[in-house]
């Protein structure tokens, strides 16, 4: 792997000797790193790669499709056909979020206005 470091490392030198780095965007700004600090060191790369490719773990999929759920429901008429089945499926979120032992409290009250407020901003 040694040859393949001075390698690579010898490509890049090359680039930035060209000026094919100068252009790039944020050139010259401040990096913005994620707080990872508790993530081990040796995960860290994994995590980020996956973050940035939009990966989420099951259960934060699940968190994001009932907050998605709960929206819909909030634009909807009760006298909608489809309504019956969007709270079944926020049922059987809730239900696995729970027994998967994380709180369904997000749902509900100033919490889940604030989170919703937050991921419509992310999007």
């Known amino acids: 792997m ?3 470091d001075q390698w690579a490392e010898r490509h890049i030198l090359d680039a930035q000797t060209r000026g094919e780095f100068d252009d790039l965007p944020g050139c010259g700004e401040p990096l913005c790193l994620d707080d990872d600090r508790h993530v081990p060191a040796e995960l ?3 995590y980020r790669l996956l ?3 939009g990966c989420l773990p099951p259960e934060l999929a699940q968190r994001k499709e009932a907050i998605e759920l709960l929206e819909l429901l909030k634009g909807i008429r009760e006298d909608d056909a489809g309504m019956p089945e969007i709270q079944r499926r926020l049922s059987l979120l809730e239900l696995k979020l729970q027994q998967a ?3 369904t409290e997000f ?3 100033e919490y889940a206005a604030q989170l919703i407020n937050r991921l419509n901003e992310g999007t």
């Open 44 to 46: 860290r790369a994994g």
């Open 101 to 103: 032992g994380l709180s």
């Open 107 to 109: 749902l509900r009250g």
């Open 2 to 4: 040694w040859l393949l």
């Open 51 to 53: 973050k940035n490719a």
